[in-house]
């Protein structure tokens, strides 16, 4: 049994469909606080996913949640970085806390293993790019990137003193179908509500790596099965990148709309917390053999279509 903690979110969701593939069997635990039930719904009485609806917070929930699991996939998270600059306490229950509680069920129920999703918010602004595992001190400037990294701590912790074993993934920018934040979401939404233009945040030249979701998932379970450390920490990404403005580009050439105004409300951030570049150093991760199925044009492209088709641009 694997449980995926967030398996009805974004990513979580995606990665319950590659276990099932797999032909393993999957617990959910999800509070639906951003999770969407369809996005579970091809697996309704398959009998290989059970849903239990649960908060993180709520530790004894989770000690019931981890009965006869071997892997721990700890996908749960705030998903808005900008939702911590007005809700300064979000990533911190969602994140750290949770994490925490996570880990303390494993400790008190034997599971041993944890494949964390972490996140190149991390790095904060990092001189070093493309940036690799080695980088340091890594000191993040958002919220939501010292949640990460408090996670990652508390999880080297766990396997140094209690014996557990971990996979922790640094991702870049994940996009894909079924995505409920992120610029191309809000991209859509926006031409949605104004065909005639597209306000981006920021000057447009903030520049980041993208990954597929589905290579994302691939890459994750790829090095679960395949490196074997204590703690096995790895980049995730295409080793590429794309700027935002490139992005709206692509966004409304994918709507097919005509003439539209795209507009920039200037300075280098998005909002405060915004890393203007990132560029992670992939090398560790392609020397274990994994190649993604697609670079980050081409997978901001897929995305741009398939959220058209679900938001019903």
């Not at 639906?32 to 849903?51: A, N, Y």
């Not at 602004?125 to 958002?142: Q, V």
């Not at 979701?213 to 096995?232: F, I, K, P, Q, T």
Request: with cysteine; aromatic share 6%.
């Amino acid at each position: 049994m694997e449980l995926v903690t967030g398996g009805a979110g974004f990513i979580g969701s995606h990665l319950v469909d590659s276990l099932v593939t797999q032909g393993e069997r999957v617990r959910v635990l999800d509070n639906f606080s951003s999770g969407r039930e369809e996005f579970l719904s091809q697996h309704s009485g398959s009998g290989m996913v059970e849903v239990v609806r649960a908060d993180l917070l709520d530790l004894e929930s989770v000690n019931s949640a981890m009965d006869g699991v071997e892997t721990v996939h700890h996908m749960a998270a705030n998903p808005d970085i900008r939702l911590g600059t007005e809700v300064t306490d979000t990533d911190l229950r969602q994140g750290t806390i949770a994490t925490y509680n996570v880990l303390e069920s494993m400790r008190l129920t034997g599971v041993g293993k944890i494949s964390f999703s972490s996140s190149s918010a991390v790095y904060g602004e990092a001189d070093r790019m493309p940036t690799p595992e080695t980088y340091g001190p890594i000191k993040p400037i958002s919220l939501y990137g010292a949640s990460k990294l408090a996670s990652e701590a508390l999880i080297t912790a766990w396997c140094g003193t209690f014996g557990a074993k971990a996979w922790i993934h640094r991702f870049a920018n994940i996009v894909g179908p079924r995505g409920t934040h992120g610029v191309i979401y809000d991209f859509v939404h926006k031409l949605k509500a104004d065909p005639t233009r597209l306000e981006v945040l920021g000057d447009g030249l903030q520049e980041k790596s993208y990954m597929s979701v589905e290579d994302c998932v691939s890459a994750m379970l790829h090095l679960v099965d395949g490196v074997d450390d204590e703690v096995n920490l790895y980049n995730l990404g295409t080793g590429d990148t794309c700027s935002v403005r490139r992005i709206a580009e692509i966004v409304v050439e994918e709507s097919g709309l005509k003439g539209v105004s795209i507009e920039y409300t200037g300075g280098e951030r998005g909002w405060a917390g915004d890393v203007p570049k990132t560029s992670l150093d992939v090398g560790c991760l392609f020397s274990t053999g994994f190649v993604p199925g697609m670079q980050s044009e081409a997978a901001i492209r897929q995305t741009a279509c398939a959220l058209i088709g679900e938001i019903g641009l």
